[in-house]
């Protein structure tokens, strides 16, 4: 009897027990994302989920959002090494310098290519992180920083994102 009852007590404890740990704090949501971060990368196995499962427990958070931003570019960039007849390109050293038989120089750059639909995603990621927090800088600057990186010699989306920075501080100061 008794064991049957202690049997029974366990199985209507489980559920409980795992909506407990269903409902995790929006810390350590980010505690979790970190960690998993740093072993596997800002885009590997499992970070999707926890993202996911993020939003369904606190779809106002913009750190979620900036982890959602992170996970989308990091997927949507990809490089490759291109040679090259100049000494610099965007402003970066040749990754190899290189002379052949004839004497020819080649400078070899590292170059970078974007999804335009994951590009896409990480930028309404993060500008759903600046609209829950309008004056965190840091959310800007990483959509600034991903716009030039994105746009490489002909930055007009950066400056238009500039631009409304400063009109948006000179407005409201």
């Known amino acids: 009897m008794k064991r049957t009852l202690t049997l029974l007590l366990m199985v209507l404890a489980l559920p409980m027990m795992a909506s407990a740990q269903e409902a995790l704090s929006q810390n350590e949501f980010l505690r979790r994302y970190t960690n998993l971060a740093e072993r596997v990368g800002p885009a590997g196995l499992g970070v999707e989920t926890l993202l996911n499962k993020w939003e369904a427990a606190w779809p106002e958070d913009p750190q ?34 290189m002379t052949d038989s004839l004497g020819n120089k080649h400078n070899y750059f590292e170059v970078f290519d974007y999804d335009d639909d994951l590009f896409a995603q990480a930028n309404s990621a993060i500008g759903q992180a600046i609209t829950l927090k309008p004056w965190h800088l840091d959310y800007r600057m990483a959509r600034i920083d991903a716009l030039l990186a994105y746009e490489k010699d002909q930055p007009e989306m950066t400056l238009q994102e500039l631009k409304a920075l400063a009109d948006k501080h000179y407005r409201e100061h």
């Open 64 to 97: 979620l959002y900036l982890a959602r931003f992170n996970f989308c570019y990091t997927r949507c960039r990809t490089s490759h090494i291109e040679d090259m007849s100049v000494d610099k390109y965007l402003g970066q050293a040749p990754l190899l310098p």
